[in-house]
């Protein structure tokens, strides 16, 4: 994927409209991440709103922390965006793949095994670190800037979405995955932890959002 088609190059008018086409790349999967990547950033700006400010010093370590963590994931929810499309596109050239003979059966099947391992694999990544992001925005809600306490809000409202997004993009791909298949034996477990999580941590990060939206 060259710079110019690159996700995280096009703009959002460019990048919705290449959503709406039916090309099946990009997908929910990149879009999941993208969505967890607009979570981290508001954590970010949350900080910065927070940051230097009398009324909160108490929490200044904490909110510095909070900052750099969500910067950290940020850019690696861009990555796992394009990482998404990438696994995608290796999914549809490889049943694309002649199955006239034997022998091309055989490479066409091992193929679209290891495409669809990393269209499992990556998607399952991009929930952790979306669950990630929705702990930074738990613990930042009720101590971060009280005029940005909305976005702090809105930044657990996406790192939720993205996490069951890409969840579901994990579902979708792991029946093509052979049945011993150590992701596919795994990633259910992973999967019901990673949703009681998202249930937990949004259910608190609102509450605390509610709670500092009446005014003082």
Not at 45 to 61: F, N
Not at 161 to 180: F, K
Request: aromatic share 2%; net charge neutral.
């Amino acid at each position: 994927m060259g710079d110019s088609t690159r996700l995280t190059n096009l703009t959002v008018r460019d990048l919705t409209e290449r959503l709406a086409r039916s090309d099946p790349v990009p997908g929910g999967g990149s879009v999941a991440a993208l969505a967890g990547a607009m979570g981290a950033a508001l954590v970010a700006m949350v900080a910065e709103l927070t940051s230097g400010r009398p009324d909160y010093a108490e929490h200044e370590a904490t909110i510095a922390e909070l900052r750099s963590a969500a910067l950290e994931r940020l850019a690696l929810l861009l990555t796992l965006a394009e990482e998404d499309a990438t696994a995608y596109e290796s999914v549809v050239r490889a049943r694309r793949m002649p199955k006239e003979s034997e022998p091309q059966r055989e490479a066409r099947a091992a193929a679209l095994r290891g495409a669809m391992l990393d269209a499992a694999r990556v998607p399952l990544r991009t929930a952790v670190v979306a669950a990630e992001v929705l702990e930074l925005a738990e613990r930042m809600a009720p101590i971060g800037n009280r005029k940005a306490v909305s976005d702090a809000g809105v930044a657990a409202l996406l790192a939720a979405a993205a996490l069951r997004g890409a969840v579901l993009n994990v579902r979708i791909n792991l029946p093509y995955l052979p049945a011993d298949d150590p992701l596919r034996i795994s990633a259910t477990g992973e999967i019901s932890r990673l949703e009681a999580m998202a249930t937990a941590r949004e259910r608190a990060a609102l509450g605390a959002v509610d709670a500092r939206l009446v005014p003082s």
